[in-house]
């Protein structure tokens, strides 16, 4: 019999038990039903309710609930559609009666809502501390790649070196802009939406705060209504995610093309490589594809979300049993990119001289001929075109700009002087962004002092949520 039974004389039809059940996934939401549980008894108690007697054996129940579902040992039935059912299910099969008591004042809807806020409250402090490890993959790499110089891109023509420290510390500040948004969503996650009961509020004289306070909840839902029907958290959470997503896989676009023989800028380690089954010497970067791959799926799930929602009368409905799938599944894919990403790049193997040889091949100092130029009195324009000459004679002569003489720089204008082939040299030209935020030198320095700073605090975020729960 079903625990909503009482108004039926019939019992439900199969195909309607396995096509409404969620069972089969939101079990993953055993651990905080039963957290939400606790502290629900503990107010009952509290607020006399039900009696102590009934409260503790209703504890003591959970807590071997717990233990059985932990174990493998409890069964989870679909006839009993939901977690929540099925808990309470077991419950009154270990304690006998007094299980039923525990859903006094209380909804599957607000119980539900509970639920998703308790699992993103600890899937958000995951992603921090996973996206924080990424970060220092990158760190480490920045820090060792102060002075390694590669072409810097627009439109995937080479446009002006860089050094690859500032490369990987644009993602680093990427990153960061995600932790943000994790961390501020915190706010709005944690907000304790149980005693809005199905809809309405409840009659009993339940204490809402101590609840709250039981669970480290910052404050409380304010309205029933909203309580129970509101899924914007989950919502930001995937737009988060998938902004997270596009990040990854635009890094790992550039990791796909600068490990191909025409980039020829990284190697990836062995371990984080695979081969192919019928050519023998090929050395695939799957890993990085399959991020890139699997942005779809996040993207597809913030969708199903939103056209989920948005035909929705107040309150609950059950189309909002759809809200957990693709939440689980896009945290279990953002979990497997950031864990593999980080000791990937950490491993990589950095071709400097490689990068070094792809900028001595091109005309990326071209800007710093023009500003030379400028510097000693043309106009920009006139050094611009000044310089379009020389880089059209040198594409006709097949030669660099720093394979021109002294000579043949100066039939372009007198203005050159002896000093040119220093001014041009691949290093000079990246030392010479001094401005904040360029990738000379000091700037990259001061950006990695910033980064490091950053780190910390996304450490030091974790730490103190972490011990708070
Ligand atoms: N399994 C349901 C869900 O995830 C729980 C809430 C059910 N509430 C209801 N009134 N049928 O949405």
């Not at 400028?374 to 097949?398: P, Q, Y």
Request: net charge negative.
């Amino acid at each position: 019999m079903k625990l909503w039974g009482g108004r039926f004389t019939k019992s439900t039809n199969q195909l309607v038990d396995d096509y409404t059940a969620s069972i089969h996934f939101d079990k993953k939401l055993a651990k905080y039903d039963i957290q939400g549980s606790l502290a629900h008894v503990k107010m009952l108690k509290k607020c006399a309710i039900i009696s102590a007697d009934d409260a503790d054996m209703i504890t003591d129940g959970l807590h071997s609930v717990a233990a059985k579902i932990d174990s493998g040992e409890a069964v989870l039935h679909a006839e009993h559609e939901d977690i929540h059912m099925n808990v309470e299910k077991l419950l009154t099969d270990e304690i006998g009666s007094a299980g039923g008591k525990l859903h006094t004042g209380r909804s599957r809807n607000d119980q539900v809502a509970l639920d998703m806020r308790l699992y993103l409250r600890d899937t958000i402090l995951e992603m921090v501390q996973l996206l924080k490890d990424v970060q220092a993959s990158l760190y480490t790499q920045a820090e060792a790649n102060q002075d390694t110089v590669l072409p810097g891109y627009t439109h995937l023509q080479r446009a002006q070196p860089v050094s690859f420290a500032h490369h990987l510390l644009a993602y680093i500040f990427m990153f960061q802009r995600d932790v943000e948004r994790l961390t501020d969503s915190w706010k709005r996650v944690n907000q304790m939406p149980l005693g809005a009961g199905a809809l309405a509020g409840t009659t009993f004289p339940i204490d809402r705060e101590f609840v709250a306070g039981e669970l480290h909840f910052d404050g409380l839902c304010e309205n029933s209504l909203d309580a129970v029907s509101d899924r914007d958290f989950v919502v930001e959470f995937l737009s988060d995610a998938s902004i997270i997503a596009m990040h990854l896989s635009r890094l790992c676009e550039e990791m796909v093309q600068w490990s191909s023989v025409e980039f020829n800028f990284i190697e990836l380690d062995d371990a984080f490589s695979t081969g192919s089954s019928m050519m023998p010497q090929k050395k695939n970067p799957d890993v990085a594809e399959l991020v890139r791959g699997k942005t779809g799926r996040v993207y597809g799930h913030l969708t199903g979300m939103l056209t989920m929602l948005k035909g929705l009368p107040l309150a609950y409905n059950k189309d909002m049993q759809e809200d957990k799938e693709g939440m689980f599944d896009t945290a279990e894919t953002l979990r497997g990119a950031l864990g593999l990403l980080a000791p990937m790049i950490e491993t990589m193997h950095v071709k400097k001289e490689s990068m070094y040889q792809a900028v001595r091949q091109d005309y990326s100092n071209a800007t710093d001929l023009a500003d030379y130029l400028t510097d000693k009195g043309m106009t920009f324009r006139e050094s611009h075109e000044a310089v379009g000459n020389i880089v059209l004679h040198c594409i006709n002569e097949n030669k660099y700009l720093l394979d021109l003489s002294l000579e043949e720089f100066q039939t372009f204008s007198k203005l050159i002087e002896a000093d040119i082939f220093k001014a041009l040299s691949p290093e000079a030209v990246v030392d010479a962004r001094k401005a904040y935020g360029g990738t000379g030198k000091e700037s990259v320095k001061q950006q990695l002092e910033k980064a490091e700073g950053l780190l910390k605090e996304n450490q030091d975020w974790y730490e103190m949520k972490f011990k708070y729960l």
